[in-house]
């Protein structure tokens, strides 16, 4: 079993590299891409390595070094490059709730400290501190997942 170590190249790692950069393209959120970057570069590291050292890099510290490299990489790419780490002048982009604080609107109907509203084509589930009648300015204040607070506005 250990026979097939004893031959491990520089090929190996860039094909083990490869293939890893192919699973991620087919979807995995950046969870190999540490690991590949780490494959490729200990191959281009046994590759340098065969031709200094006389019979190069032996299987153990190419796992070994293979391993440390790939969780620095991972570290790395978790740390620095994740898309959900970085700023965006959009925050609220894909948050509808969001993108509805501080709206002002005129109520349509009456409501009593909670009830539905409708706001462009959609229906919103609304509380308020105080009892809400047609014809009330008010202001959303504040969301969460489905339910928008209003404010009543003084005017």
């Given amino acids: 079993m250990w026979t097939w170590f004893e031959q491990l190249s520089q090929w190996h790692w860039f094909i083990f590299g490869l293939l890893l950069l192919i699973g991620e393209a087919l979807g995995a959120s950046g969870f190999l891409l540490g690991t ?20 190069g890099m032996g299987w153990q510290a190419q796992v070994l070094f293979g391993a440390f490299l790939s969780v620095i990489f991972s570290i790395l790419y978790w740390r620095f ?13 894909n948050q509808r709730t969001a ?48 339910t928008l607070t209003l404010k009543k506005l003084a005017l």
Avoid: Y
């Avoid at 590949?36 to 019979?55: E, K, N, Q, R």
């Avoid at 490059?81 to 982009?93: G, H, I, N, S, V």
């Avoid at 809400?132 to 959303?140: F, N, P, Q, R, Y």
């Fill in 99 to 146: 993108q509805l604080v501080g709206r002002k609107l005129v109520m349509e109907n009456d409501i009593q400290f909670e009830g539905r509203i409708q706001i462009g084509d959609t229906f919103w589930k609304v509380v308020a501190e105080v009892p809400l009648i047609e014809g009330d300015h008010v202001e959303v204040i504040s969301a969460d997942a489905t």
């Fill in 36 to 55: 590949a970057i780490a494959s490729l570069l200990m191959g281009v590291i046994v590759w340098i390595t065969s031709s200094a050292i006389d019979g």
């Fill in 81 to 93: 490059f994740r898309a959900d780490q970085q700023a965006t002048d959009r925050p609220e982009l």
